[in-house]
């Protein structure tokens, strides 16, 4: 992750004075599973992981209340973080919660920017730097893979078309985008264990916007890996989904059963 991935997104809004005061303990959450990472990850990442956790311990002290986007998105995030901590072991599961951690950790730096906690935000964005270390120490060689397991010419056609029509204002960006090729892979992998590609982007995209985003395309792959480790939908849903295909002929067609086959 580029140093500039997490730390440009926009200031949230400032809090309503009559929303609940649930920042404060979002943080400290946040901390708490922080503390979480290094406990399970690699040996060559415990270091960073271990002062990213020691130095966001500062940005946990305030006692006033986040607003209440700021607190959704913490809460998101750390409830991901502390789903399933042993998925650590999995250089992908690691990539995954790392990028969930920098983006709750960006919230927590904009939010007490915007409210002039200057030693609060300092330590955000130091636990920031020792995340995006240890995440391109992860993330480069899962891309890499996932870039190799890129489906064919036609199929990231079809992709693109959907992702032009979808995202109009991203496509470009997008489809230039050094990790296009492991996007199109993981919505490959999703479209063959029987998601719809069209619907899977489209949950992607609407998850949050892009326009802060350094690499979309980087940003859309761990969604959809996400999405795609979901449970798969039944026999009766695929039909649906086939049956909107079949009248919508501008939506992209997926491959026939036997084209999927290796």
């Known amino acids: 992750m580029a140093p500039g991935d997490h730390r440009n997104r926009t200031h949230p809004p400032p809090p309503h004075p009559r929303r609940r ?6 943080l400290v959450a946040l901390g708490a599973a922080l503390d979480l990472l290094p406990v399970t990850a690699p040996s060559a990442l415990k270091a960073e992981l271990e002062q990213a956790a020691a130095v966001f311990e500062r940005a946990t002290r305030s006692r006033i209340a986040a607003d209440l986007d700021s607190t959704r998105v913490l809460r998101r995030s750390v409830q991901a973080i502390w789903k399933d901590p042993a998925r650590h072991e999995d250089s992908a599961g690691l990539a995954m919660l790392l990028d ?3 983006t709750a950790v960006a919230y927590a730096m904009h939010w007490h920017r915007s409210r002039q906690h200057a030693q609060q935000e300092a330590a955000a964005e130091q636990a920031l730097i020792h995340l995006q270390v240890a995440y391109a120490q992860v993330a480069g060689p899962v891309l890499t893979d996932l870039a190799r397991r890129s489906p064919s010419l036609q199929t990231k056609r079809r992709f693109a078309h959907h992702l032009q029509q979808a995202a109009t204002e991203h496509a470009e960006r997008i489809l230039a985008d050094p990790a296009w090729d492991a996007l199109a892979a993981v919505l490959a992998e999703a479209e063959a264990a029987g998601h719809n590609p069209t619907a899977i982007l489209d949950r992607a995209l609407s998850q949050r916007t892009l326009d802060d985003a350094h690499s979309p395309a980087r940003a859309l792959t761990w969604r959809i890996r996400r999405l795609g480790e979901r449970h798969a939908p039944g026999p009766r849903a695929q039909a649906a989904n086939a ?6 002929p501008a939506a992209p067609r997926p491959p026939q059963p036997q084209a999927r086959r290796r």
Not at 21 to 26: A, F, M, N, S, T
């Open 100 to 102: 969930v951690a920098l």
């Open 243 to 248: 049956h909107y295909i079949e009248g919508h």
């Open 21 to 26: 005061p649930h920042g404060q303990g979002q």
